[in-house]
T-cell receptor
């Protein structure tokens, strides 16, 4: 299996721009998670989906962040407008019925 | 809210030595996971502990779970440099869904 695929791997953009991160979960997995990792705050769960339905988005920092999962094989995390404090590594992970979450390689986001 | 605490946060140890990383969590859960993260890399699943008393071993690492004490340990035997990484424990409150991650333990093994 190809594993969880995230794109882009690196993104550098200016403050105020829209940023879209993409994730393709492992085929057959029914849960998808978006995390953010920083030195200061560690690993934070932003939102997770079960069977393409958002279950808990309480970790989404503010309205500038939105996530969608239009089908079982694709999800996006969008930041609009972006701010320097959004700079972090964003991970997508997927799982199936309690098996361990499998993480993608992450997107390293830098907002200038 | 479920809280997961690891200690120590930072660990520097010499090659050949033994040490234990502790993971405490605040509410009932029967599933605990250990992950490894190398610098600049993703998180890799190491162990899945699914019941009280579960013990798993892989090479120089051994993980155990005591659900009554809400405690998991990751024991390192005769450390080698290749084990240098950050280790996370995670607990899921509701089976198969949201994970709660610990703060991580940054391990450095010194030759």
């Amino acid at each position: 299996d190809a594993g969880v695929i995230q794109s882009p791997r690196h993104e550098v953009t200016e403050m105020g721009q829209e940023v879209t991160l993409r994730c393709k979960p492992i085929s057959g997995h029914n849960s998808l998670f978006w995390y953010r990792q920083t030195m200061m705050r560690g690993l934070e769960l932003l939102i997770y989906f079960n069977n393409n339905v958002p279950i808990d988005d309480s970790g989404m920092p503010e309205d500038r962040f939105s996530a969608k999962m239009p089908n079982a094989s694709f999800s996006t995390l969008k930041i609009q407008p972006s701010e320097p404090r959004d700079s972090a590594v964003y991970f997508c992970a997927s799982s199936f019925r309690g098996l361990p979450q499998h993480f993608g390689d992450g997107t390293r986001l830098s907002i200038l | 809210e479920l809280k997961v605490e690891q200690n120590p946060l930072f660990l520097s140890m010499q090659e050949g030595k033994n040490y234990t990383i502790y993971c405490n969590y605040s509410t009932t859960s029967d599933r605990l996971y250990w992950y490894r993260q190398d610098p600049g890399k993703s998180l890799e699943s190491l162990f899945v502990l699914l019941s009280n008393g579960a013990v798993k071993q892989e090479g120089r690492l051994m993980a155990s779970l005591d659900t009554k004490a809400r405690l998991s340990t990751l024991h390192i035997t005769a450390a080698v440099h290749d084990l240098s990484a950050t280790y996370f424990c995670a607990v899921d409150k509701y089976t198969g869904n949201q994970f709660y991650f610990g703060t991580g333990t940054s391990l450095t093994v010194i030759p």
